[in-house]
Each structure stands twice: as structure tokens, then as C-alpha cells.
């Protein structure tokens, strides 16, 4: 992406004060611009950067009036933060999708039908009797199983895999390394010691605008499906069990993991490292604390958890600071009894 | 697969009441049966889904007598629930091993020798001097180094990767992007506070029946082996440290780690993000909690752990639920020492 | 790797008895040594197996006077634990850079440069305008992106992915599956319960002689970079959040999590499966216990931590050691109780 500041400056509504023809590439923090950005400055306390940036170009709220001679081009607007972020998602969507056409070798198998303005990347597979939408991007190295499903606009980062008979929903990410239907972890213990394969058979439905991060793995159901549903949002490394479901607008951080079965409610925020045990339902609302242990079900909704077992987290802040103490609680204890027995 | 209702009846012994024509293609559970699919009806609770499942067929005890008219065929049997299980096993055998032959582009190293009836996927890579047994499944992305030995009927599947040396056994499966044999994290400190990187050049031994989750990481031994017994069960996002060893049919759950040089014994069931210290002698039979810390060896068989640090498991619940109570416990304790003081 | 005992003893600059043309080619401890393997005695416990195992030769102690007979051929050096770790790195160093010259099929985008010695493993991908340096190892399935530096003699093991416009130093070693530059977790709440994505556009920088786990996540700034200094060490499936740093020397051990800007000092030591919350600040050469939760910044330099969530390590283990006593404390209490009441 290269632009002018005066095509910026009208893609944002704003006037420019300096030279706007000057070119912009990228972006950058104002503390951090040089020749070719385009930075921004919102809050006051920053203002000293704005007489030393080397960036080309300042968005600047229109209020602004500069107490020094400024080097860069402003751009002046109604509100200079929400400016910039509307510009880093344009050019962040550009990006994302700026890829089109199929890189050599890539491989696909028979009744696989790609939609337009696609992308797949050298060395990526995709098996057969797949469906993928319009826009869809598939770095290198993704796998892609039979009999897929994959909807309009959503990128597959490089190495991303998902097996077969798996729905994909539009504008998702996934992100590098991730896997989506995996098997699950299912395994039937015998008289003699050993186990038995539960064959895993069902798929993973992840709805529309879905991110899955780098690494992360979501099995299968046993049968059915394992169901992430609509604006989910997981971290990196996380763990999902076969046949848990997520429900919307649920965001879960970094390498927790969901044992098979459980079903989290709607609009609830996942801490990192967290587990759960398996056949919970979690109630929606629920917050949970990074590394907490949550082994019952959550009716109410709306509650905070913390701790390994997890309990309310008002409560398990009371009982760690008591923790501390535990040593001078003990002291106090022994110094009770000596006394009480005189 | 595609079998009709009177095959899978001769399959399971059973009888067919009903069209016995109709062919089946999936397994479903009765609520969710579409056409096509064969389910099974077992526990009374499900009965009312008899009569409105869409499925082609459904497996009944030989006792069963229906209260209404039921459309799909059905197959009477001795035990449904066993007769269903069966057929899963069957078929998911079926799948895993169906396919057969190598697609191109796949790569293979010199003084490689691969047995019959086995697949390897597009953009495989088989390093030197390998032996792979008969029917062994290589998916697409799998990497496998130098002089690797790979047992008859295991599946390494999508983007799994078997590093040099290491040997496989028979009927394993890796799973998606899972690793076997990368160098251990093994660094000295030198005196002007840097490392140097202690080299790994041991392998990792899979005897049969293993199976290695989605994610997981299994270091290759300093020098001499990493080694995971028969028929160890590991889940996803697992990390094994360099030189450990897991005893036959031990089941450890996702995101779990095992620190290096720790011997876990036979039959363990370890829960998930479970830690072990490394150089640990863990006992065979040992259970240990999920988010448990395990930080000494367990000599006594057996036995049940909890907690991080771990401890007995009945001992650690009883502290646990005292730790709830610990701001009663200290208010209890000012009221008594005020008293005291009277 | 195939010398005679007169070769390696030259190398080590030992005397040998015995005979000097044996060929060795690999390395073993003297309890596990075949034929065509060299090994070392140093610990007296261990010198029993010196006058059984198959070993072809036998590094010792100048001083070492053999009791018995000994088949294997003998290196006297100075220091036989030295002069085998010499011979190991020596080994793992040939090893590691033995591989050059390109497979096919291999992509390289337009613009990009490769220095001199390097290799390019089948299936392996580098995008558009990288800078590739001298004696760099780039293994099948690894995916480069584009405008990416790679520094020389760093070696990019199988299906390690960095994203475009990162930086990678010299002498790394990123190892299998790890992903370098993924998007990190960045997500506006909407008043509509929705999350809206906030665009990632930094990059990763990894300065001089960093490793990087297998399946370790390293995610790129939003703006700017995330840092990992020279010298630091991550272990398999860690955790790197955006706009982390990490000072130089550090160590983290595996499954450890870091969240957002959080800024970890130089020489710190990180055990496993520790959490570390976002925007904190963390003194240099501070240790934390493994599973630990770490949510304050630390000031004070070179301090222990323990627990989660974290305070002084030896603090800490006294309130653990209560922790087990609480169940008695309880009763003890109860009893002042009834005592007092009288």
C-alpha cells in the first residue's frame, strides 16, 4: 500500500496542513515514525515526539495547534486516534487480503470447487468434494481434509490444518499451525489394563467470524460436532476437547484447555492457562481467572472465578491473602494454645 | 462406505425388520440420524426418538418391542450399544486405512524402503535410509528425517513430524503437527552468564500402540532414547522432555509436561496441564489430578495426588476446602486471642 | 561423521592405547556403547562397565590406572568429561550444518537473496525481499514470509514458520513447528457484546544466538516489535504475546505463557507452565518456580518466586507448608474454641 497524504487525508475527511503529496507506506507509533509513516497523536503527553518524528505525515485532532515548527505533513480530524485505527484496519484488511491466485505446486483434489478472488499458496493441500467460498485465503503448507466447508473471506494461515468433513465459517482466521479436527482423545479401558480407541468420527463447526490461534487444537466430536460458535475468539495453544461447544462471543486466552463435552455460554472471557474439567456447562457471562482450575458447573451467570479449584473470585482473593499468612496464622495459633493450657 | 441395512445385519448377526434394501453410508446418534445414517437405540430414555428419527436404520435389542410404528429398519441384535460400538470400529477402521498410493509431489531420501498397501500424501517428506512398514499411512505436510524406523499400520498424520533416528513401532498414531524427536532444551551456564546449547544426539522410541496427540512435543534423549511404551496414550499439546520414559498403557492428558530424564511408571492416569519435575521415579498406578505440580518421586503404588505442589489427593482436597474457609478461620482466630487477652 | 581413535585422539590431543585404526562413527555412554561407538570414564562408580562394554574406544583420565583387562581402545586426556563434551559438540556441530544445496521442489519469492552454504529443504517456502544469510538451514515445510532477515548459521528446523517482516539473528535455532510473527490476541469490545479485531502489523525480532522451541508461539507487536534478546532460550510450547521483551539470557522452560508488552529482564529464570499476566515489568535475574502466576511487576533484581499467583519463593513454601497442616489447624482452632467458651 503507497499513498499520498492528500488520498489519506480524504479517505479520512480531514485537511491537510504540508505537503501532501509526500508518500506513506506504513504505519507507526509517533516515538517510533520514519521517513514513509504516517503516525498519529492523540494524547498530550506525547506531543514532544510530534517536533522529532521522522515520520512523513501526523494525524493530528483538529483541535491540535502546534507550540514548534512541525517537519511532518498533519492531517487534521475530528478525532486523530479513531482516525488512525480506521487506517490500520484498511490497511491491515488489504494485506490480509491482498494475495490472489494459486502459487505452484499446489494440490486439489477431485469436486473441490474454490470460489473467486482466491488464494492458495505453493504446497498447500486441499482434499476432496471441498467447498471454499469467495475470498478465501490458503497460505503454504495448509492442509485441508475431504469434504470441507469454507466460507467467504476467511484466511488459512500457513500450516493450519483442517481434517475432514470440517465446517468452516466466513470471515474466520486461522491462525499458523493451528488444527481443527483432530481426533479426540477417547480411549475405553480393558479388563487386561489396555485401551481401546473410541473411534472418533464426528466433525468441528466453527461459525462466522471465528479467530483460532497459532498452535491451537480443536478435536472432533466423538459424533456430531464439536461447535465454536459465531465472534469466538481463542488464543494460542488453547486446548478443545471433542464435542465441547463455545458459545458466541466467547473469548479464551492463551493455552487453556477444555475438556470433552463441556459447554461454555455465550459472552464469557477465558483467562490464560485455564482448565476445565469435562460434562460442565458453564453459565454465560462467566469470567474466569488465568490458571484456574474449574471442575463444577456454572449456573449463574455473569460470576467471576479464580483459583485451581476454581470459586468465586472475591472470595479466592480472600483466602490468598490469608495464604500468606498461613505462617504467622500457625505462629498465633501455637502462642493460643500455650496460653490457653497455663 | 456404503453397505446396505441386510450386509450390516449379516455383519452383527442380527435380524432386519423392515427394508433391509436401504443402504447406509454414516453413523449417527438417534436424535441427530439423518437418511443415510445408522444409529442405535439402547437406553429406554431414547426410545421416543425412535419414532421420529430421520435415520435409515436403527440396531435394537433382541428384547425391544416397539409401542408405535417406526419407519426405519430395524436391526435386532443381542446387545445394540456393543453391536453400534462394532460397527464405529469397523468403519473407522475402514477410513483410516483406506487410502493407498502416493500422490505427487512426495519426496523421498535414498536407501528408503516402504512397505505394501501404504499412502503417502502430497508434499510428504521421507528423509535417507528409512524403513516403513506395511501399511503405513503418511499424510500430506508429515516430515520424517534419516533413518527413521516406522512399524506396519501406524497413520502419521497431517504436518506430524518424526525427527532423525527415531523408531516408531507398530499400530501408533501421530497426530496433526505433533513432533517427535526435537532436540531437548539442554544449555550450561558459563560464567559471563550466557549458555551453550548441551548437544541432544539420543533419539525417540515409540513402542506400538502409541498415540501422540495434535501439538504434542517429545524431545529426543541427550544420548540414549526418549522411550513411550506400548500402548501410552498421549493427548494433545503434550511436552515430554529429553531422556523421560512413560510405562506401557499410561493415558496423559492434554497440555500435561514431563520434565527431563522423569520415569513415569505403568498405568499411570495423569490429568491434564499436569507439571513433572525432572529426574522423578513416579510409580506404576499413580493417579495425579489436573493442574497438579508434581515435584518428588512417588515410590508407593497406587496412589491418588493432587494439587500444586502435589500430595495425597484425599489429604490435599481436605486443605483445599480449608483454604475456602480461611478468612473465617482468621476472623475465629483475632475473636479468640482477644478473648485470650481479657 | 566416521574417524579413526588416532584422528579423535589427535582432536583431543590424548595418547591412546590400544588400537588406533578402529573406526568410530557415533557416540554412547560406556553402559549403552556398541561396536563403533566412543564413549568416556570419568565418574570412578562407572568403572566397572569399562571392562564390559562394546564400545570401539574409550576416552579417561590421564591419571586412570585400568584394574583388568580392557578390550576398547583407550584416550588418555587431562579431562575425560571435558574432552567428550568437545567431541559431542564437534559431532553436533557437523551434524547440524552437514545438509546443503536445495531439493525440489523448493519456492523462493522474487527479490529474495541466499548466502552462501546455505540449504533449502523439499517443500520449503520463502516468500518475496528476504534476506537470507551465509550457512543458513532452512528444512522441508518451513515457511518464510516475505521481507523476512534471516541471520547467518541459524538453522530453521522442519515446518517452523516466521511471518512476514520479522527478524531473525545470527546462530539461531528455531525448532520444528514453532511460529514466529503469528497475530497477536488483540480484540475491541463492541456494545453489542461483539469483539472487533485490532489490526497486528509489527514484527518480531530475535537478535543473536535466541532458540526457539518446538511448537512455540512468538506473536508480533500490534505496532513495533516484539523482542527476544540474544541469548535467550525457549523451551517446547511457550507462549510469546505481543510486544513482549525479553532481556538477554533469559531462560523459560516449557508451556510457559507471557502476555502482552510484559517486559522480562536479562538472566531471568522461568520454570514450566508459568503464567505471566500483561504490561508488567519483570527485574533482571529474577527466578520463578515452575506453574507459578505471576500478575505484579518486580522490582528488586535477582528475587525467587513461587505460587500461583506468585510471591517470594521461600515465603511461599512456608505457607504451602502450612497448607498442608490446615485441616489440623482447623481442629485445633475448634478446640481453643470449645475450650475458651467454658
Known amino acids: 500500500m503507497e499513498l ?57 485532532n483538529r483541535s491540535f495547534q502546534p507550540q514548534k515548527p512541525v517537519a511532518p505533513a498533519l492531517i487534521f480530524v475530528e478525532n486523530s486516534y479513531s482516525a488512525f485505527t480506521q487506517l490500520l484496519e484498511e490497511y491491515h484488511r488489504q494485506i490480509s487480503f491482498a494475495r490472489i491466485g494459486v ?26 468434494n471441498c467447498q471454499i467460498g469467495t475470498n478465501v485465503k490458503i497460505y503454504p503448507h495448509v492442509y485441508v481434509g475431504d469434504n470441507v466447508q469454507i466460507g467467504d473471506n476467511t484466511i488459512i494461515q500457513p500450516g493450519a490444518r483442517i481434517l475432514s468433513n ?35 468420527l464426528g466433525n468441528v463447526i466453527l461459525e462466522d ?40 462471543d466467547t473469548v479464551v486466552a492463551a493455552q487453556t484447555g477444555i475438556a470433552g463435552s463441556t459447554k461454555i455460554g455465550e459472552r464469557c472471557i477465558i483467562g490464560g492457562q485455564v482448565g476445565f474439567a469435562g460434562h460442565l ?43 500468606r499468612r498461613l505462617p504467622d496464622l500457625e505462629r498465633r495459633l501455637d502462642e493460643l494454645e500455650k496460653k490457653t493450657e497455663k
Open 103 to 128: 502459487e505452484q505446486p499446489a494440490y486439489a483434489g477431485a469436486g473441490t470447487q474454490f470460489g473467486e478472488r482466491g488464494y492458495r499458496g505453493a504446497f498447500s493441500y486441499v482434499g476432496c
Open 209 to 248: 467470524y471465528v479467530n483460532v490461534g497459532a498452535g491451537t487444537t480443536i478435536d472432533c466430536a466423538t459424533m456430531g460436532s464439536t461447535v465454536i460458535r459465531q465472534g469466538v475468539k481463542l488464543d494460542n495453544l488453547v486446548q478443545i476437547g471433542h464435542n465441547v461447544e463455545i458459545g458466541r
Open 281 to 323: 456447562s458453564i453459565a454465560n457471562g462467566t469470567k474466569v481467572g488465568a490458571q484456574s482450575g474449574v471442575g463444577k458447573s456454572i449456573k449463574e451467570e455473569g460470576i467471576s472465578l479464580n483459583g485451581s479449584t476454581a470459586f468465586l473470585m472475591r472470595d479466592n482473593m480472600r483466602s490468598q491473602a490469608v495464604f
Open 166 to 200: 470440517c465446517q468452516i465459517g466466513r470471515n474466520c482466521v486461522i491462525h499458523p499451525g493451528a488444527v481443527i479436527g483432530s481426533e479426540g482423545f477417547g480411549f475405553a479401558p480393558q479388563t487386561d489394563g489396555t485401551y481401546k480407541t473410541i473411534p472418533q
Open 4 to 60: 499520498t497524504v492528500k488520498q489519506i487525508a480524504t479517505l479520512l475527511e480531514g485537511e491537510v496542513v504540508g505537503n501532501d503529496l509526500l508518500k506513506v507506506s506504513s504505519l507507526a507509533k509517533i516515538e517510533e515514525g520514519k521517513q514513509g509513516d504516517i503516525s498519529f497523536l492523540s494524547n498530550p503527553k506525547y506531543e514532544s515526539f510530534l517536533y522529532t518524528t521522522q515520520a512523513s505525515a501526523v494525524i493530528v
